[in-house]
């Protein structure tokens, strides 16, 4: 019985409706495997589909214009070993063995004991689930060709606009293909090196059959497509014709306020616009408005004049990191478009704080309590009690998007800028989990090894000084978040209470919120309830 391979579609992502825009083989090609057989286009790229088995092209299932998704059947191919088995394939060794030319080696078959060999085989090593984060930067590949490397070993390093991360090797062995540089974007599933590994494997009795020392004719190499070039920039359309574009591309024209319609040629196959178009387009606009003297939409805020400082002294130009630069760009929209109000008050954490260090004197406790982890705690407890701190705004702004899950954001001071890991589903979790948790969270943040989805999820963000000091600040929502924490160092005050000054250990909270979602009474009564939860934390009982 003849087995067939059949060539599908891999996981492309949440892309649907690709374009096949080549086809390079046909029935009765011989096929290599990683050979590309198809070139596939989707909105933000081409891509090659390599063949996953060698052998040769029984069923070509796709046609140039066609449109796939994961799962559609692209070739079916009739592997190598079965195929020369065909009766073809026994003509063909039997011309070769008449040719006086072509040197045969003949023996009987003999049978051989099991036995176990080392068998290299070459595994990939791609770019794992990093949550909905796109175009990273790869800034170190710390391999190359050749190398050899160890299970877990760094193999390259990215950076996101949250954190950098380090790639580890699923396996080891020898590097024979480095597929990134430095430089380079890459998303989830793209690969990053080819690694050989050896593994052992049984042997089977064979037989020496007739091998023919001249091969077959290769198979002839197959030219990938050149890359399309992108038009530098659009022109507006006036024939009336309807835009040639993807609904992703539509969709990220509406976004940006573009009419699509005034976009002819784009940079794509057949003219198709692409997302560059767009931001082309944009950029001509807006280059325009400015030489014609016109205010931008937005603030239209004028920018800080250039001051050339090395004529007052001698200085020293030091690049920010990538962290650090998006998180200003992000701190910038936020105080630009969301109305901030912060409410200062000091919550009585004397007794917390007394029942924090009798749980930390046990010494068969294997953690140690941080007051950060009440605070959290007591967090939740008030947010459930005011939803509307756990939502967000819906972009329209007509509607709020309440939350039915707790998690919240600490915000961590690292070398390379502030990042914030995300502590999961804290209603559910007791003290000394949480505790473990955010001492996780807090080491892979010193080691540069926070993935995205460590950082994404997030209802509220706490960002805590009390470890440096201050008596109050004006911490930044986090958006899409409607609200902060920000907490400062403890003091001990005298109180009164009522007949006399008692010495109490006072805990500053700055709470900043969206005033469109939480208004100046709501925000009030929020953080009533919170300090009433850090004054009493046997109130998270109840």
């Known amino acids: 019985m003849t087995l067939l ?43 090659d589909l390599p063949a996953i088995a060698a052998g040769v ?30 009766p073809a394939a026994v003509e063909e060794s039997a011309s070769i063995a008449a040719d006086p030319a072509v040197q045969v080696e003949t023996a009987a078959p003999v049978s051989e004991p099991v036995v176990t060999a080392g068998v290299a085989s070459v595994i990939e090593v791609a770019v794992p689930d990093v949550g909905d984060v796109h ?9 190359q060709v050749g190398d050899v490397v160890t299970k877990e070993q760094t193999l390259a390093v990215l950076e996101t606009d949250k954190a950098s991360m380090d790639l580890p090797s699923t396996e080891g062995g020898v590097v024979k293909e480095v597929l990134v540089k430095v430089g380079d974007k890459v998303n989830e599933g793209d690969l ?8 052992q494997t049984a042997i089977a009795p064979t037989a020496k059959t007739v091998t023919p020392v001249a091969s077959a004719a290769p198979v002839a190499d197959v030219k990938k497509p050149s890359p399309v070039s992108v038009a530098p920039v659009p ?29 002819t040629q784009g940079g794509g196959r057949k003219g198709r616009i692409l997302k560059d178009d767009v931001k082309n ?4 606009v807006m280059a325009s408005s400015a030489t014609s003297g016109a205010v931008q939409g937005g603030a239209g805020i004028p920018p800080i004049p250039a001051v050339d400082f090395s004529k007052f002294g001698e200085t020293e130009e030091q690049k920010l990191s990538k962290i650090k630069r998006l998180t200003g ?40 309590v941080t007051g ?71 080491q892979k943040a010193r080691d540069g090894k926070l993935l995205p989805a460590d950082m994404s999820g997030g209802c509220i963000t706490i960002s805590s000084l009390g470890g440096i000091g201050g008596k109050a600040f004006t911490p930044i929502v986090n958006a899409p978040e409607v609200a902060i924490l920000g907490v400062t160092r403890s003091e001990m005050k005298p109180v009164w209470n009522g007949s006399e000054f008692e010495p109490k250990l006072m805990l500053p909270l700055d709470l900043t919120y969206d005033h469109r979602v939480i208004d100046g009474a709501e925000g009030a009564r929020f953080m009533a309830t919170l300090i009433k939860y850090l004054s009493d934390i046997r109130r998270l009982l109840l």
């Not at 796709?62 to 692209?74: A, F, P, T």
């Not at 990273?136 to 590949?141: G, L, P, S």
């Open 5 to 47: 391979t059949e060539m599908k579609v891999p996981d492309v992502g949440d892309v649907h409706d690709i374009d096949v825009i080549e086809i390079l083989v046909q029935v009765g090609d011989v096929v290599e495997e990683e050979q590309t057989v198809a070139v596939l286009e989707t909105d933000k790229a081409s891509m």
């Open 57 to 86: 092209v029984k069923q070509v299932h796709l046609s140039v214009g066609d449109k796939v998704n994961e799962g559609s059947l692209v070739i079916t191919i009739e592997p190598a070993a079965v195929n020369n088995a065909a």
């Open 135 to 143: 175009d990273i930067d790869v800034i170190e590949v710390l391999i």
């Open 192 to 199: 990053i090196i080819r690694l050989e590994t050896q593994t």
């Open 235 to 263: 022109v507006a359309n006036r024939s009336g014709k309807s835009a040639h574009a993807t609904p992703g591309v539509r969709l990220f024209a509406r976004e940006l306020g573009v009419d699509i319609s005034l976009i």
């Open 281 to 284: 387009f944009v950029k001509q």
């Open 329 to 368: 760009k992000n701190l910038s929209r936020v105080w630009l478009n969301l109305p901030l109000v912060t409410y200062h008050d000091e919550a009585d954490i004397t007794e917390m704080e007394a029942f924090r260090k009798a749980l930390n004197s046990d010494k068969s406790a294997d953690i140690k």
């Open 372 to 442: 950060l982890i009440f605070i959290v705690k007591a967090l939740v407890a008030a947010m459930q009690k005011f939803p509307t701190v756990n939502s967000s705004l819906s972009p329209d702004g007509e509607s709020l998007i309440l939350k039915k899950y707790f998690n919240v954001g600490i915000a961590v001071d690292t070398p390379n800028g502030l990042v914030v890991p995300v502590l999961k589903g804290v209603d559910k979790k007791g003290i000394a989990e949480l505790t473990n948790d955010l001492n996780s969270l807090s």
